[in-house]
């Protein structure tokens, strides 16, 4: 079975750019979640998306988006991009999104903002 | 609001020998996980062992087992045997019960072995 996949790996952009990342959950997973991983917050959770619907939502400005599709692929936006955007952005997919379901995480995009 | 606590930011063990990683959170939740995640150098996270808090035994995974002290909201993770292969970021994370709000991690422990 193959396991999440997140495209692109690496980004550059600039200030300013926007930018869009695409996960593609392990199949007959519906449940698709957004992490951003820095050095100096760690880990954070951005958004939930189960069954095209955006379910939870972490404490992000509203730069940061998100969809899924009916094949439970998901992206996530970030418009008007920052410095501090830079970061390693996880996505993880399960089964129905509860944590009696095993969780399981993409390599990650690593996006660089100049 | 949820927190999770990693109180050693390195740890190192000889290989074959034991140790012990510990995790503290703060929840008012009643129904919930607890997870630790292991993070090699450049590779994905891959979840090592879970804990429902419903569960008064401790969860174990082969050479991985937590202590999960529910009064006190300390989840340690002991890795015994310790192998090259263990070398990684740890992360302790926890959950709501019902997936919502996602998971709250912890700062990492980066865990060196020593050959």
């Known amino acids: 079975k193959a396991g999440v996949t997140q495209t692109p790996r690496y980004l550059i952009k600039t200030r300013g750019q926007q930018v869009t990342l695409s996960c593609s959950p392990i199949s007959g997973h519906r449940s698709v979640s957004w992490y951003q991983q820095t050095p100096g917050q760690g880990l954070q959770f951005l958004f939930e998306?189960?069954?095209?619907?955006?379910?939870n939502k972490g404490n992000f400005p509203g730069r940061f988006s998100g969809r899924q599709f009916s094949n439970s692929r998901s992206e996530m936006n970030v418009s008007t991009l920052e410095l501090g955007d830079s970061a390693l952005y996880l996505c993880?997919?399960?089964?129905?999104?509860?944590?009696?379901?095993?969780?399981?995480f993409g390599p990650g995009t690593r996006l660089t903002v100049l | 609001a949820q927190t999770v606590t990693q109180s050693q930011p390195e740890m190192s063990v000889q290989e074959a020998e034991t140790v012990t990683l510990s995790c503290t959170y703060d929840t008012s939740e009643s129904d919930y996980y607890l997870f630790w995640y292991k993070q090699p150098p450049s590779r994905q996270m891959i979840l090592v062992i879970r804990q429902e808090a419903y569960k008064q035994q401790n969860a174990t995974e082969n050479r991985f087992s937590v202590n999960f002290q529910k009064a006190a909201k300390s989840f340690s993770l002991k890795i015994s045997d310790s192998q090259l292969g263990d070398a990684a970021m740890y992360f302790c994370?926890?959950?709501?019960?019902?997936?919502?709000?996602?998971?709250?991690f912890g700062k990492g422990t980066h865990l060196i072995i020593q050959p």
């Open positions: 998306y189960f069954s095209e619907t955006q379910r």
């Open positions: 994370a926890y959950g709501k019960g019902g997936g919502a709000d996602g998971l709250t």
């Open positions: 993880a997919s399960s089964l129905q999104g509860l944590f009696s379901d095993e969780q399981f």
